[in-house]
């Protein structure tokens, strides 16, 4: 039996793409295998680590739980995207300077759900930021250096607000 | 009293907050984990498992719907070597041959092109056992009423004992004071690391096997490699890939799976890939042991101890992996950094039929100290004096002597520890405002502290056998490289080591790097565990440093002072006399550094990372959480290298910690464990950690990597122990098992009337 196939089309990083894949084929997969973008992280592949977090119009979502053809022309981001040119994202300046980053396997989706949180909530508390971060699972950290990453990244990213 | 910090030595880059070196790969996603890799014309493996926890096979039937012919298929009768993994001991098969000891085990291996078809080709393999008995705890193992492993005799099922004495503990208890006796037990815990186990392999008549995969002892993969292909050491080869998180559940693990991997790689004349699922993960690989614990001891009545009989019971699995060790460490903690004459363990670890449990981040250590600091809990409340004064009074100092009869030869600074977490934590205050605002409260606030050492490197006489290898190349390129088989996953191997040898070096951080985790390529400085990385393969390429630049002084004309360019330039210098610049140095035991194996007595470890913890919980009488509201960890673990990593691995231990006593219970049904998801084993979030305060004292280790202890383990010791005592003082309620869940404190604290059963849920 050949299962079904579809061209499904969406906007992955800014850019247009086209894949041709069976409809209920997970999002993380058509981006590790068909897109070979294997930033994105697989834990549990039940919606529980968030290490597969990306934003889906403007939505955080676990790619593992995302069938591609809810993706259908949609808007998606990865942390592939987060660094434009060689300029890394504050998130992943104040990872690398506070050492939210370990081992690095969840770092990609936790840097999605960060993203996420400042983009609704540039200024969180720590309650807000355990909140956003609360779907992410990092085994190595103990959150901590995270959520101080976090805190950085919004003075940093006040910071070139105010100056342009 | 604190050290004064002019003692500790100057430096450019050690004790700085280096960032990670390969941080941007991570943060950028371009890090290259097992399964972010493919070979040219590579297939995936899966692996059928028992079903029952102890049988012999009787048949094996490849059921109908699945096109056979499309996969391959491996079993035991396909091991080119011998079928067993290269452990302390041999005893664990590669894949069941005849008999099934554990659920969960390995029988079969299926490999196919398209991964997505394999699920269904494993459930259509359909195995038949002739059932045997299984036994499924510490207690059935104990009677020997079946014996399932080792002969029918005393060492019956037993995986090992260790018995330890000093003094004469016999005599006391007539005279004693008080009398403390307490049974205390820990559970099984597993890694949780975010990436699960994988593995690629290739395998050529020329060329041999390689692996690559998520690991952290890359020698300990090539020797069981070896012995299960029948290969010699030249033909195999293993290579790490970045690893997600590892915790020790990539000590022993990696063997069983690169072998796996290698045998269908063979049999199918491709690279095969085998990346677990999480339940399967988590229904396979080992966890931390767990353990039972029963202290006796006599206290006089000003609370010092007299003696003290201490009996350890750990559940080892089905297999001895790793047991014997961590029952060693397990011993070597169990009486607490504490005074006391006479004292007396027995410690054995025993062989269920569940899946075999392995290392995890403090090793034994976390089960006996948790015994221990809760015990020293009770014998407080025995004698009437308060929990900090029950530790003060028989804290270990300089001069005195370890259950072992090591003399402490440095300073030791528990007093000082101690004051500042009190100090940090605003003990005394918190307490007289708890005490007073308890009773009338709905959510009882508590404070809680664990005092306790980890003993850093191997254990005995361990370094001494490991001999380990380790040092620093320059390349034609200009580039400084470590060489080592010590490995990064997360802990900030890299890091450290680069660090330490641009400081031995005189160079500057970006002028060194890590060369590639390579059996092939590298020397073996022993495996990657039991917080030896900094203080003893640390120590190895500082020297290692300091013997190139000698060299180059002596044969290259480099001067006493250089710059960038003359250091670089001396190294192609000697390049041309000797054809590679390369500095290796070989391990060498610190002096008076002497254990005895048969009488367990000596030096049990070269030095101690020394720590108190203080846990403040608030437990809710009305929903029975217990929530960690704060926490503080004051550490002395010698020099610290990097803050920012050594805070973090503080920090990650704690969280580690917080999970053990309060959230995360493997559950087995016939030793197969079946909340075997993230969904229903259940790890601290964002939102569950507390604020974790980290201090470090710093009394740099003579025989350590510019002055570092192990640091790794000590932060997983404290805070089971920590929490429990802080919930006792909450609650007045004294727990004696982990993990405490909601129910267990609901259990206790409800009190029903026999009319007023509680609903049914």
């Known amino acids: 039996m050949t299962p079904c196939r579809g061209h499904v089309s969406f906007t992955i990083n800014g850019q247009q793409t086209v894949v041709d894949a069976p409809p209920?084929?997970?999002?993380?997969?058509?981006?590790?295998?068909?897109?070979?973008?294997?930033?994105?992280?697989?834990?549990?592949?039940?919606?529980?680590?968030?290490?597969?977090?990306?934003?889906?119009?403007?939505?955080?979502?676990?790619?593992?739980?995302v069938p591609i053809l809810q993706a259908s022309n949609a808007r998606i981001e990865t942390v592939e995207g987060l660094a434009i040119d060689a300029e890394l994202h504050p998130l992943q300046k104040a990872f690398l300077e506070c050492g939210g980053a370990q081992c690095g396997i969840c770092t990609p989706g936790m840097l999605m759900a960060a993203t996420h949180l400042l983009a609704h909530t540039p200024n969180p508390t720590m309650d807000e930021i355990r909140e956003g971060l609360a779907g992410n699972l990092c085994r190595c950290t103990g959150f901590i250096k995270i959520f101080e990453s976090v805190i950085a990244a919004a003075v940093i990213k006040g910071r070139e607000t105010h100056a342009r | 009293m604190t050290p004064d910090p002019a003692h500790i030595p100057k430096t450019r880059i050690v004790g700085t907050p280096q960032i990670r070196k390969e941080g941007v790969d991570k943060v950028l996603g371009r890090a290259k984990y097992v399964d972010d890799l493919e070979r040219?014309?590579?297939?995936?493996?899966?692996?059928?498992?028992?079903?029952?926890?102890?049988?012999?096979?009787?048949?094996?039937?490849?059921?109908?719907?699945?096109?056979?012919?499309?996969?391959?298929?491996?079993?035991?009768?396909?091991?080119?070597?011998?079928?067993?993994?290269?452990?302390?001991?041999?005893?664990?098969?590669?894949?069941?041959?005849?008999?099934?000891?554990?659920?969960?085990?390995?029988?079969?291996?299926?490999?196919?092109?398209?991964?997505?078809?394999?699920?269904?080709?494993?459930?259509?393999?359909?195995?038949?056992?002739?059932l045997l008995p299984a036994v499924l705890s510490i207690e059935e193992s104990e009677t020997r009423q079946e014996v399932i492993w080792g002969?029918?005799?005393?060492?019956?099922?037993?995986?090992?004992?260790?018995?330890?004495?000093?003094?004469?503990?016999?005599?006391?208890?007539?005279?004693?004071?008080?009398?403390?006796?307490?049974?205390?037990?820990?559970?099984?815990?597993?890694?949780?690391?975010?990436?699960?186990?994988?593995?690629?392999?290739?395998?050529?008549?020329?060329?041999?096997?390689?692996?690559?995969?998520?690991?952290?002892?890359?020698?300990?993969?090539?020797?069981?490699?070896?012995?299960?292909?029948?290969?010699?050491?030249?033909?195999?080869?293993?290579?790490?890939?970045?690893?997600?998180?590892?915790?020790?559940?990539?000590?022993?693990?990696?063997?069983?799976?690169?072998?796996?991997?290698?045998?269908?790689?063979?049999?199918?004349?491709?690279?095969?890939?085998?990346?677990?699922?999480?339940?399967?993960d988590l229904a396979a690989t080992t966890k931390r042991h767990p353990s039972r614990t029963r202290h006796r001891t006599a206290?006089?009545?000003?609370?010092?101890?007299?003696?003290?009989?201490?009996?350890?019971?750990?559940?080892?699995?089905?297999?001895?992996?790793?047991?014997?060790?961590v029952l060693s460490r397990a011993t070597l903690h169990a009486s607490g950094p504490y005074v006391c004459p006479n004292i007396r363990i027995t410690s054995r670890a025993w062989a269920t039929n569940t899946v075999p449990y392995g290392a995890f981040r403090g090793f034994g250590a976390p089960q006996s100290i948790f015994a221990i600091e809760r015990h020293m809990e009770q014998i407080a409340r025995a004698v009437g004096i308060d929990s900090t004064e029950v530790r003060r009074r028989n804290?270990?100092?300089?001069?005195?002597?370890?259950?072992?009869?090591?003399?402490?030869?440095?300073?030791?600074?528990?007093?000082?520890?101690?004051?500042?977490?009190?100090?940090?934590?605003?003990?005394?205050?918190?307490?007289?405002?708890?005490?007073?605002?308890?009773?009338?409260?709905?959510?009882?606030?508590?404070?809680?502290?664990?005092?306790?050492?980890h003993g850093c490197g191997f254990t005995g006489s361990g370094e001494r056998y490991l001999?380990?290898?380790?040092?620093?190349?320059?390349?034609?390129?200009?580039?400084?490289?470590?060489?080592?088989?010590?490995?990064?996953?997360?802990?900030?191997?890299?890091?450290?080591?680069?660090?330490?040898?641009?400081?031995?070096?005189?160079?500057?951080?970006?002028?060194?790097?890590?060369?590639?985790?390579?059996?092939?390529?590298i020397p073996n400085s022993g495996p990657t565990v039991a917080s030896r990385t900094s203080m003893v393969v640390g120590h190895l390429i500082e020297r290692s440093g300091h013997q190139l630049i000698a060299s180059l002084q002596e044969q290259a004309g480099l001067g006493v002072s250089y710059t960038r360019s003359e250091f670089f330039s001396a190294c192609e210098h000697y390049r041309q006399q000797h054809g590679k610049v390369e500095s290796l140095c070989r391990y060498e035991a610190p002096p008076n550094v002497y254990w005895d194996d048969q009488k367990y007595r000596g030096e049990a470890y070269p030095t101690f990372g020394w720590a108190v913890y203080i846990a403040e919980v608030a437990v809710d009488t009305t929903t029975y959480s217990a929530e960690v509201t704060n926490f503080y960890a004051v550490q002395e673990v010698g020099r610290v290298l990097n803050p920012t990593l050594a805070a973090g691995q503080i920090e990650g231990g704690v969280a580690q910690g917080v999970g053990y006593a309060l959230y995360e219970k493997v559950l087995l049904r016939n030793g197969h464990m079946f909340n075997n998801q993230m969904t229903n084993y259940i790890?601290?979030?964002?939102?569950?950690?507390?604020?974790?305060?980290?201090?470090?004292?710093?009394?740099?280790?003579?025989?350590?990597?510019?002055?570092?202890?192990?640091?790794?383990?000590?932060?997983?010791?404290?805070?089971?122990?920590?929490?429990?005592?802080?919930?006792?003082?909450?609650?007045?309620?004294?727990?004696?098992?982990?993990?405490?869940?909601?129910?267990?404190?609901?259990?206790?604290?409800?009190s029903f009337s026999p009319q007023e059963e509680p609903a049914a849920v």
């Not at chain 2, 004071?177 to 099984?188: F, L």
């Not at chain 2, 206290?299 to 060790?325: H, P, Q, R, W």
């Not at chain 2, 307490?431 to 809680?448: I, T």
């Not at chain 2, 964002?686 to 740099?700: G, R």
């Open chain 1, 24 to 65: 209920m084929k997970r999002l993380l997969d058509v981006l590790r295998e068909d897109l070979g973008l294997t930033g994105t992280k697989e834990g549990c592949g039940e919606g529980e680590c968030g290490s597969c977090s990306v934003r889906l119009n403007g939505q955080l979502v676990n790619s593992c739980l």
């Open chain 2, 40 to 130: 040219g014309g590579m297939w995936y493996g899966a692996t059928v498992r028992s079903a029952v926890p102890r049988g012999r096979i009787r048949e094996i039937q490849f059921g109908p719907g699945i096109d056979w012919c499309e996969f391959v298929v491996v079993t035991a009768a396909d091991v080119p070597g011998t079928n067993h993994i290269q452990m302390i001991s041999t005893d664990q098969p590669c894949l069941a041959a005849d008999i099934v000891n554990h659920c969960d085990e390995a029988i079969l291996l299926l490999a196919h092109p398209d991964k997505r078809r394999l699920p269904a080709a494993v459930a259509a393999v359909r195995i038949e056992y002739d």
């Open chain 2, 151 to 280: 002969s029918h005799s005393e060492e019956g099922n037993l995986f090992k004992q260790f018995h330890l004495e000093k003094g004469n503990v016999d005599e006391v208890w007539a005279t004693a004071a008080h009398i403390v006796e307490e049974e205390y037990r820990t559970g099984a815990q597993e890694h949780l690391y975010i990436e699960n186990n994988g593995m690629i392999a290739e395998y050529s008549e020329a060329e041999g096997v390689t692996v690559w995969g998520s690991l952290q002892c890359p020698f300990y993969v090539h020797k069981s490699l070896m012995a299960v292909f029948a290969l010699p050491a030249e033909k195999v080869r293993v290579l790490q890939t970045e690893t997600g998180g590892a915790f020790g559940g990539k000590e022993d693990y990696p063997s069983v799976l690169a072998s796996h991997a290698a045998l269908l790689a063979r049999k199918a004349g491709r690279p095969i890939k085998m990346v677990y699922d999480r339940m399967e």
């Open chain 2, 299 to 325: 206290v006089d009545k000003d609370g010092k101890l007299l003696a003290m009989e201490i009996e350890i019971a750990t559940d080892g699995g089905a297999y001895s992996t790793l047991s014997s060790t």
């Open chain 2, 395 to 453: 804290f270990l100092h300089t001069g005195d002597s370890t259950a072992t009869e090591q003399v402490i030869g440095e300073p030791l600074i528990l007093d000082a520890l101690l004051d500042r977490a009190l100090k940090e934590s605003d003990y005394a205050a918190l307490r007289e405002q708890f005490a007073r605002e308890n009773p009338k409260n709905a959510v009882k606030r508590g404070l809680g502290i664990a005092s306790f050492y």
């Open chain 2, 467 to 521: 001999n380990s290898l380790a040092g620093i190349d320059v390349t034609p390129e200009g580039k400084v490289r470590v060489l080592v088989s010590s490995t990064e996953f997360g802990q900030g191997t890299n890091t450290i080591l680069t660090q330490i040898a641009a400081e031995a070096l005189s160079l500057s951080y970006d002028d060194v790097e890590m060369a590639p985790c390579d059996t092939s390529l």
């Open chain 2, 683 to 750: 790890m601290p979030t964002a939102a569950d950690v507390p604020p974790i305060h980290v201090f470090f004292e710093q009394i740099p280790f003579a025989y350590g990597g510019f002055g570092a202890k192990g640091i790794g383990e000590l932060p997983h010791d404290g805070p089971a122990p920590a929490i429990l005592n802080a919930i006792q003082d909450a609650t007045g309620e004294n727990f004696t098992f982990i993990p405490l869940l909601p129910e267990d404190i609901f259990v206790r604290m409800a």
